[in-house]
């Protein structure tokens, strides 16, 4: 996508809908991907916390599961 948007010639010969389908489409995806990114560091958080969603919402003050960072990931996704 940006060789496209950096190199004029691809647009040599299109028609103003091809480049208006073109911008869109990188629009929508830079979208999906903003909304994916916060998504995926969210649970990150959580994961790397040892938290729910729900008592990540209640913002309960101490968790007892909690076995620091490393631990507590490799509790989720595995040691391999």
Known sequence: ???????????????????????????FAAALGVGLGAFLIYHL???IHNRSTIEDLEKTPSNRWNLGWKKNFMQVFGSH
């Open 1 to 27: 996508a940006c060789y496209v948007l950096l190199h004029q010639e691809f647009y040599l010969g299109k028609t103003v809908p091809h480049v208006f389908n073109l911008v869109l489409s990188l629009v």
């Open 45 to 47: 958080h959580m994961v």
